[in-house]
């Protein structure tokens, strides 16, 4: 810190500078003041209260705070907010229906039991929900489904109802 002359102050210095963002959420344009080292993981559960995106590691392993930025599946714990405004983001919150009814994903996972504590299910859904939507081929067969979802971790379930789910979603969605 500048030490001052006798007589004169020395300027403050913030200790959390702050920018503006707008991003969208969900189909709503957000704008807010946040610190510039404001993760966007933080900002969406905690000044959004969109508290369906999860905080796992911290690290970006383990997948559970998985969100659509610009439609590919992204690490909110690894992204800025900062870095966010401009875009488009998605969370498991834009899924479902106002009326309650489950995308088709969403649906799978339940019908084939395909979580247990829950933890990862909304990171994990975003990527399978990502890759749907890309419009890119799938590899469905089991191994495929693997690679795919390798990014996201479940300590729970042991995947095998995860990949049924993924493979019963691929039945119900339209192609690309």
Same mark, same amino acid.
Request: charged share 15%; proline share 2%.
């Given at each position: 810190m500048p030490r001052a002359r006798p007589g004169t102050s020395v300027p403050s210095v913030s200790s959390d500078p702050r920018a503006r963002v707008s991003i969208t959420i969900n189909g709503e344009l957000v704008e807010r003041e946040v610190s510039i080292r404001m993760l966007l993981s933080d900002f969406l559960r905690h000044e959004l209260r969109l508290t369906g995106t999860?905080?796992?590691?911290?690290?970006?392993?383990?997948?559970?705070?998985?969100?659509?930025?610009?439609?590919?599946?992204? %690490?909110?714990?690894?992204?800025?907010?900062?870095?966010?405004?401009?875009?488009?983001? %998605?969370?498991?919150?834009?899924?479902?229906?106002?009326?309650?009814?489950?995308?088709?994903?969403?649906?799978?996972?339940?019908?084939?039991?395909?979580?247990?504590?829950g933890y990862c299910t909304p990171g994990m859904i975003m990527n399978i929900v990502g890759m749907f939507e890309s419009g890119e081929p799938l590899d469905l067969s089991d191994e495929g489904i693997r690679l795919a979802l390798s990014g996201n971790l479940c300590r729970c379930t042991g995947y095998q109802n995860i990949v049924a789910a993924v493979r019963k979603a691929a039945e119900s969605l339209p192609a690309g």
């Open positions: 999860h905080v796992g590691c911290e690290h970006g392993v383990c997948g559970a705070c998985t969100v659509l930025i610009d439609g590919k599946a992204g %690490r909110s714990c690894l992204t800025l907010a900062v870095q966010a405004s401009g875009h488009e983001v %998605r969370t498991i919150e834009s899924l479902a229906a106002e009326d309650g009814t489950l995308h088709p994903i969403q649906a799978a996972f339940q019908d084939c039991h395909a979580l247990q504590c």
